[in-house]
Nanobody
Framework: EVQLVESGGGSVQTGGSLRLSCAAS????????MGWFRQAPGKEREGVAA???????????TIADSVKGRVTAWVDIARNNSYLQMNSLKPEDTAMYYC?????????????????WGQGTQVTVSS
């Protein structure tokens, strides 16, 4: 089992940046796919990024089309952390952001595939 804790959310103005962090603890020796999701009030949950291990200390991140070019995602295996860097933020990026994990194989932007979830961190972008 894995426990996930997000941090780094906050309020920024349009065009600002935020870096979200996700600290993982528990069974971190197994290879996991790490995902980032968001959910705005009244909207469905949306996959933002999915990061899968491709080798020792190597990973590949899939980024959703809705944020591609503004978002990067990666993991720091030594720290058991994953990160979501968001730049050029827009009001439509306002949402609760969640970190999630699932054991490999398989690493997608579909939230139903994930077993473990953090509590979320709020991102608010004002115009």
């Amino acid at each position: 089992e894995v426990q996930l804790v997000e941090s780094g959310g906050g309020s920024v103005q349009t065009g600002g940046s935020l870096r979200l962090s996700c600290a993982a603890s528990g069974d971190t020796d197994s290879p996991y796919c790490m995902g980032w999701f968001r959910q705005a009030p009244g909207k469905e949950r949306e996959g933002v990024a999915a990061i899968r291990p491709t080798g020792l200390y190597q990973f590949y991140a899939t980024i959703a089309d809705s944020v591609k070019g503004r978002v990067t995602a990666w993991v720091d295996i030594a720290r058991n952390n994953s990160y979501l860097q968001m730049n050029s933020l827009k009001p439509e990026d306002t949402a609760m952001y969640y970190c999630a994990a699932k054991k490999m194989p398989g690493c997608s932007l579909h939230g139903l595939d994930y077993n473990y979830w953090g509590q979320g961190t709020q991102v608010t972008v004002s115009s």
